[in-house]
């Protein structure tokens, strides 16, 4: 008499060394990803403890449409139980914060009418193709714009304005302004490559954070005066020292005060103030803050965890005007983790807006 499908199930291996079965129960169980046995009854017969995490408890013996509930993975059950042989599915769980997304593999076991599942964790590649396509769209959109502009100037200059000198000279003053705005989102994205490619490789050099912040100061005095703001800095007499790269460092403070200057508005004033504590949670150990603040109209709090996205802008069309790029702030956030440092951001409408850097203490400088 030919075995059942749930008999088959029972003993899925006899060792040649000596007597004992081996169930499918028993390797399922020792099976790191979570798994599950269908048999041919469409019952589900078998599913390890990070299935049970996943799909619930009580699964036991009940069919499997009852747990797996998404059209593409119980079409490719039904077809792998139909004896279409190894089948591939996407299986999406919404539980946590932005849910999950796993690569199913459904094997038939043998010739026992049963079907194996196994579901692979693969929201982290999901995720980094998505960012790969939003990546270049938001690109595309980004240099679309200014080549759009200068296409159409240059159409004018070659036909109607051809002759009218006024006409050539704002044009072109205009044309210059969008290359430049070109210029630098091409050199922002080859920054924010470079820092990403070394995101996890630590620096190593000792930097004393107050000669990169008065160096930052120096370079954007010029910017400051024309837009008529104080830069009030606040840097201590103690050294500030932390393991870093100079370059990105600058480039990180360079961001942080050009954003109070410019956002902040006119004729109004931007502190940057720097402290040291002997023990900083974040950090686990000392640390050394370093403050932005200016006195703008602030930035509304739904905007704040967004603020560091590539491309992300609070008002598009002001930023664009003051020459944003919208990856300044994400090119921060990359050069932050390189240092295992943290970046805060506290912000009430119409009282401005706090950018703090606290970066790791070189061990043994305080």
Known sequence: MPRTPRASAAILNRSDMGSTAVTLADVVAALPLPSVAINAEERITVLNAPAEDLLGKGLLGRHFVTALRQPGLVEAVERCLAGAG????????TGGEHGTTYDVSLR?????????LSFNDVTEMAQAGQMRRDFVA?????LRTPLTALIGFIETLQGPARDDTAARERFL????????????LVGELLSLSRVE????????????????????????????????????PTLGDAPALVLGDADQLVQVFTNLIENAIKYGGRDNRVEISLKRTGHDPAMRGPAVHVSVRDHGPGIDAIHLPRLTERFYRVDSHRSRALGGTGLGLAIVKHIMNRHRG????????GEGAEFRVILPMKPGSD
């Open 86 to 93: 190894p089948c591939q599915a996407r299986f999406t769980s």
């Open 108 to 116: 038939p076991v043998g010739d026992h009418g049963i079907v194996l």
């Open 138 to 142: 938001n690109v595309s959109h980004e």
């Open 173 to 184: 003053g205009i044309m210059a302004q969008e290359a430049e705005r070109m210029n630098r």
């Open 197 to 232: 490619a070394e995101e996890r490789v630590r620096p190593e050099a000792p930097i004393d954070v107050r000669d990169v912040l008065r160096g930052t100061l120096r370079n954007l005095g010029p910017l400051a005066v024309d837009s008529n703001v104080t830069l009030a």
């Open 342 to 349: 943290r970046l805060k951001i506290t912000s009430t409408p």
